[in-house]
């Protein structure tokens, strides 16, 4: 029982074998997939793909390189959508200072602003962080206790796992954990508290080891389980079965 707490298949990189892919998933023990949007049109595309399967869940925000499109519309569109029985987390958002295709002053006006829908709603949020710890936990430190959510594709040292667990956050890895020379990455996945870790692909990128430099999809998160469970020294079944409860906790699906 795996679950990709981080996937974008509603993106036209699957277009032509989208159910393929889910089908994959299944096979691979992968029972449920949450699809994130980003913007407007992929936060509308993760809605519509999950209301036509089973196992799949979406959450609607608008990334930090947009953030200058997040318009009173948009936010209201947001907030519609965050009354759909599928839509269980509001993301991805957060800062990313390392492309900076929007101001830093404008991805933090707009970060704020997605929070305050968070804390209204009481959903828990996905959590974008590039380049940027030094404001986003501070951010997210203002608020302890009242919102809660992950670090997805989690980056940060020991350390800085640390600090955002303390203020109630998950961490989200992926397929970075795999690759020989992500020596930091794989002592954070070894040392996350066991009831605040969780796997997922970030597809179409960021594909495992065995895969990289190609496309990503859900079935691969089986790899990122199976490094953790490595450097944990446990089973798959394991690690499958804390993060599936922990994802299931979080986000307060059956």
């Known amino acids: ?17 989208r159910d393929a892919v889910i089908e994959r998933a299944h096979e691979a023990g992968v029972t449920t997939i949450l699809i994130i949007g980003f913007d407007l049109e992929t936060s509308l595309g993760a809605v519509e793909l999950a209301d036509n399967h089973e196992n799949l869940f979406a959450t609607v925000g608008m990334h930090p390189h947009d953030a200058k499109k997040l318009t009173p519309d948009v936010l209201n569109t947001f907030r519609e959508l965050l009354n759909h029985p599928k839509v269980i987390a509001l993301g991805e958002i957060g800062l990313d200072y390392y492309r900076n295709l ?43 206790g009242q919102i809660q ?9 020991v350390e800085l796992m640390q600090r955002s667990v303390e ?14 020379n992500a020596k930091e990455m794989q002592v954070v996945a070894s040392k996350v508290p066991s009831d605040r870790l969780l796997i997922e692909t970030d597809c179409p990128w960021l594909a495992p080891q065995f895969r990289r430099g190609k496309r990503n999809e859900p079935s691969y998160v089986r790899a990122v389980a199976e490094k953790i469970a490595e450097l944990r020294n446990t089973s798959i079944e394991t690690i499958g079965e804390i993060t599936s409860n922990n994802f299931r906790s979080l986000f307060a699906t059956d």
Request: charged share 20%; aromatic share 8%.
């Open 1 to 17: 029982m795996l679950i990709d707490s981080h996937a974008h298949i509603q993106l036209n990189q699957f277009n032509k074998d």
């Open 102 to 144: 929007s101001p830093p002053d404008i991805q933090k006006d707009a970060f704020e602003k997605q929070l305050d829908i968070a804390e209204e709603f009481e959903m828990p949020i996905i959590v974008h962080n590039r380049d940027a710890y030094m404001d986003i936990l501070p951010i997210l430190e203002s608020r302890q």
């Open 149 to 157: 959510g992950v670090l997805h594709c989690f980056t940060g040292d």
């Open 167 to 180: 203020i109630g956050f998950h961490i989200g890895i992926g397929g970075i954990v795999t690759y020989p």
